[in-house]
C-alpha cells in the first residue's frame, strides 16, 4: 500500500529544502568578501614591517660581518692587530697599508681604512708633539724618529725605556734617530753622535 502525505507537509519539506541553499547563497559573497580583506591586511602588515627593516639598515648600516678590531702583542712584543682568526697578529703599521696581511682581509676593510686615524681603534694611533701629526702605535720607541720632532722617543710627549742592546745612547747628529743608534754604526768612521763617542766608547756591534 502507497502512503500518501498531505500536500502542505510536502511543500514545507520541498520549502526548506531550497530554503538552505538561499541562506548559503547569501552568505557565500560576504565571506569572500571578508577572507580577500583579511588577505589584503596581511600582506599590508608585512609589506610595512618589510620596509621598516630596510629603513632601519639604511640608517644603522648593515650587522658587522666580523668580529671588531682587538689588540695583540706581536713576537717584538710590539702593539698588534690581532686579525679574525684569534690566531695572527700582525703589526699595527701593516693596518690600511695596502697589503692584505691577515688571511681574510681585514686588515684593509674599508670601515677600518676610509678615514684614518679617525677610523683606526685607539690601540692602532700614537700622538706626535703636534697635535696634527701621528704615527702607528708600534712606531713609538722604535728607536726611529718617526713624527720628525722626536717626539715619539723623548720626554714629555712620550717616555721610552733606555736604549736595547742593539743600540748606543747619544745625542744623535742624524735625522732618523733621537738618542741612540745602532750599534751598527759605531766606530765605522762616520761621526753619528754629537760627542763622537759612536767611535771613541761605543765598543761596536
Not at 520541498?14 to 583579511?38: M, T, Y
Not at 609589506?47 to 627593516?53: G, K, P, S, Y
Not at 679617525?118 to 702605535?137: E, N
Not at 747619544?170 to 754604526?185: A, E, G, H, M, Q
Amino acid at each position: 500500500m502507497n502512503k500518501i502525505f498531505p500536500q502542505g507537509d510536502g511543500n514545507a519539506a520541498a520549502a526548506g529544502s531550497k530554503a538552505l541553499p538561499r541562506r548559503q547563497a547569501d552568505r557565500s559573497p560576504f565571506c569572500c568578501s571578508c577572507r580577500g580583506a583579511c588577505l589584503s591586511a596581511f600582506l599590508m602588515l608585512l609589506l610595512a614591517t618589510l620596509a621598516a627593516l630596510i629603513a632601519l639598515v639604511a640608517i644603522l648600516g648593515p650587522p658587522p660581518r666580523t668580529p671588531g678590531a682587538q689588540p695583540c702583542v706581536t713576537q717584538m712584543n710590539r702593539t698588534g692587530f690581532l686579525c679574525h682568526d684569534r690566531r695572527s697578529c700582525i703589526p699595527a703599521s701593516r693596518v690600511c697599508d695596502g697589503v692584505h696581511t691577515c688571511a681574510h682581509g681585514e686588515d684593509e676593510e674599508e670601515a677600518l681604512c676610509r678615514d684614518t686615524p679617525q677610523s683606526f681603534p685607539g690601540f692602532l694611533v700614537a700622538h706626535c708633539g703636534d697635535p696634527a701629526s701621528w704615527i702607528y702605535s708600534d712606531q713609538k720607541c722604535d728607536g726611529i724618529n718617526n713624527c720628525g720632532d722626536c717626539s715619539d722617543e723623548l720626554s714629555p710627549v712620550t717616555v721610552c725605556p733606555p736604549c736595547g742592546p742593539g743600540w748606543w745612547r747619544c745625542p744623535s747628529t742624524v735625522f732618523k734617530y733621537c738618542s741612540c743608534i745602532p750599534r751598527s754604526l759605531c766606530r765605522d768612521h762616520v761621526q753619528h753622535c754629537s760627542d763622537w763617542s759612536d767611535e771613541y766608547s761605543c765598543p761596536g756591534p
